[in-house]
């Protein structure tokens, strides 16, 4: 799994990245699948909005977002969001091999 870490319009300290990749390391517990995953900070006004981006194999890509006066607070609770979205994704991969679709339904004994 590819993690980057990039700033729009402002420097990321390394302590920052870091903390990040050690953060969305833990998604590929959840679904082993990930690609890549691209963690973007950027400053709006007195608040930080943080923004990752998760990129699974085969399938659209899995956003949370999530804004505040603390970076690494806002990591957390994106991480969490998106936990919470892989897991749910996994479930409708998992439900789709289970389909019980087109098959006709088995008649009662008379």
Not at 20 to 42: C, E, M
């Amino acid at each position: 799994m590819q993690i980057s870490v990039s700033g729009r319009h402002m420097h990321v300290s390394q302590d920052l990245q870091d903390y990040a990749r050690s953060k969305a390391s833990k998604l590929s517990q959840f679904f082993d699948k990930i690609q890549t995953v691209d963690v973007i900070v950027s400053k709006e006004g007195l608040n930080y909005a943080v923004e990752i981006i998760v990129k699974p194999d085969h399938r659209e890509s899995l956003v949370g977002r999530d804004s505040g006066s603390d970076i690494k607070a806002c990591i957390d609770v994106i991480v969490d969001k998106l936990e919470r979205q892989i897991t749910k994704h996994k479930e409708k991969i998992r439900n789709r091999k289970h389909r019980q679709g087109g098959q006709p339904e088995a008649y009662p004994p008379q």
